[in-house]
């Protein structure tokens, strides 16, 4: 055949005897993390008994092979090789149970047999990587451009053929998914006794016809499936396994067996010469790499990209690989198992009638046996009633599936990695593929512990835990999901380069990101970081960058956004026991100037700027609370400079509307405005002098923007006579202009407020009026309490305090008031 040179002939004798000396190799042409391709390599080898077994991979990991056979190795596994120089420049080489080089290297150990990786050295694959400008190998870029699992589509064949050689075969045959071609067409055929090669002898003769068409310009002009240079790239990977395999056969005269992806065998067949091979080799880049075996997870096998592109169910294929008999019948149990746990109704007549069905659209479609998509449509016709929404959760948990692998304690790890394992093991924080919840309570020492674990690994950009909002209000608390994807190893390997202890390396992180952090705002954030961390190593001298950072600032908006995180750290000291006077004393001065400044720096702002400064007076406000309420010297009249400050700020023109109102709304709440002089000043902004749109973004910064606004409305009746009032007084040609500003302030109150402002308003200003008692002084209250709606509650106090019906509702109320 053209461009194939072949050593011998083809068919099935074409493969030689792998236990004869001077055979030819025995070529085992296979899809990665094909379950078919699996077993079809398991009965390969066991037929042939060879002398060594070279397997598509980075030669580099030859000495974790061994690993492969320890009991605490379970898959799915990874190879991980980085960079030396640079750990963030990685590469992965995932290895699923049901992964034929997975199963090569097992039968390999397990007869005694020595296995090699073949394959261009990762010390030439990330130096080339990082010499055509891409400095990071993602996970889901196997770095070496392995055969890629894309599923084919119908019609696609050209321009699959080097993306999924096999997708290309099973499009051509007119199927839509290549692994139930592989099964149908190939591995059932290759079941008969003595006959475990003629499968691959077939998938060879067709891979020789498939180059043969991309070398005719079938895939129309070999465009690369990674954008570029894959022709070079794959010739100088095909030159390099021709030598290796060369190598072996001279070395073992019992017989060579190569495990790689369908798409090389051709190209190891065809013969090259030694000095063309190594020509090709000739002055490749290099780099210092380490390598080693991490955890992989099926959900990560499942996305798309690099060696697992297209594995869209590895929990299936799994199942596949695992079941010796019957697998439609045990999956539609497991997926009945997990059906019932979650409370549906479903019985074994359930699983028997699901079964029935599959293989009744096996037959239909013209399949063997039946598949994912024949037990899927069986799930949903059966055991779903139809829906989706119970199948999605099938998928979710038993097509991809959760399953998180494990390497041995014993496999090569970065000093980082090794300390981060025994914290896990000391704080029992086992990482999951799954996300969880998980409650902190602070005043625990293992929760304290998790937690400065958690926050030192995110301070290391190690996102294995993310916090989350806590069902409790108080600082003792904390909430965090977490999750551990396999590329966090990468980050962990990227981390060491700052310490070789978790606590080492959160501490020199923490100090190079004070000194080359952007502004103020960083750095308060960062100095909370560090005391939620406890690192006291670090705060320190990010405390004086902050000192310094916050006394050169004169941006009024940027110390108000470093203030409330610099106070809210100082609620943490308290629970953690951290010494937080110095960053106490640093609030107070940035509270300071934040007063003598904020005035001035709320005049002639446009809407946008002046709604970022209602945001930084309220968290201004919020953070002056919070720290009036630490005792501290010279602190003890922050609240009152504060309110003052307000003042000004709701009596000046000059202010923007929204800010003006807020201030009247934070006074009136802390109790130092009467409700009289807060009608009185809405009034007066209210008035016809007034243009529309300021008086429009006065309510907004009064009963909008923050919790509570609808309320005061709803129980001042005043103020919402005020506001009904100026509002069907606005002119028509400005009432467009001020529409969305309402909208805006009133959409974001509860459905309930919404509903009483609406009946309130319907009732017109005299029904309104009826509802104020005689004597309250207050609109929509009475002069006292009402003993008769009070007692109405009664029942419910006692339930909820556990106690027992009382004789007297008022010695009830007595006891427990």
Partial sequence: MKGTDRAGGGGPGGQGGAGEPGGRPLLLGVRHHGPGSARAVRAALEATRPGVVLIEGPPEADALIPLAADEDMRPPVALLAHAVDEPGRSAFWPLAEFSPEWVAVRWALEHDVPARFIDLPATHTLAWRAADGHADVDADDHADDQDQDQAGRPGTAPAEVRGDPLAALAAAAGHDDPERWWEDVIEHRGRRAGDALAAFTALEEAMTALRETEEDGGTEGGEDREGGGGDVRDLVREAHMRLQV?????????????????????ALRRKATVAADRALLKGLPRTKVDMTWVPWTHRRLSRAGGYGAGIESPGWYGHLFAAVDRPVERWLTKVAGLLRAEDRIVSPAHVI?????????AVIRGRPLPGLTEATDAVRAVMCDGSDVPLALVHHRLVVGDVLGEVPAGAPAVPLQRDLTRAQRRLRLRPEAPERELELDLRKETDAGRSRLLHRLRLLGVGWGEPAASRSTGTFRETWRLRWEPELSVRVAEAGVWGTTVLSAATARARADAVTARDLAEVTALAERCLLAELPDALAPVMRILADRAALDTDVG????????LVRSLRYGDVRGTDTGALAEVAAGLAERVFVGLP?????????????????????????GLLGDAPAPGRGDLRSRWRAVLHTLSARDTVPGVVRGRAVRLLLDDGELAPDEA?????????????????????EGFVGGGPGGGILLLHDERLLALVDDWLTGVPADAFTDVLP?????????EPGVRRGLGELVRRGPEARGRVTTAGSGVPGFAAGLDPERADAVLPVVRLLLGRHPAPDDNDLVGADT
Avoid at 353 to 361: M, S, V
């Fill in 679 to 699: 009608a009185r000043l809405m009034g007066l902004v209210l008035s016809p002098g007034t243009p529309p749109a300021d008086a429009a973004a006065w309510i």
């Fill in 246 to 266: 060369r190598a072996a056969r001279r070395e073992f005269a019992e017989g060579v067996a190569v495990v790689c992806g369908a798409w090389h065998v051709p």
């Fill in 353 to 361: 009638e699901a079964t029935r069905l599959a293989d009744t659209l």
């Fill in 741 to 749: 500003l309402l909208r805006r302030t009133f959409s974001a109150y």
């Fill in 558 to 565: 940027h110390l108000a956004q470093a203030l409330p995180a």
């Fill in 600 to 624: 001035a720096a709320c005049a002639a702002l446009d809407a946008d700027a002046a709604e970022e400064m209602r945001r930084h007076v309220d968290a201004v406000h919020t953070a002056v």
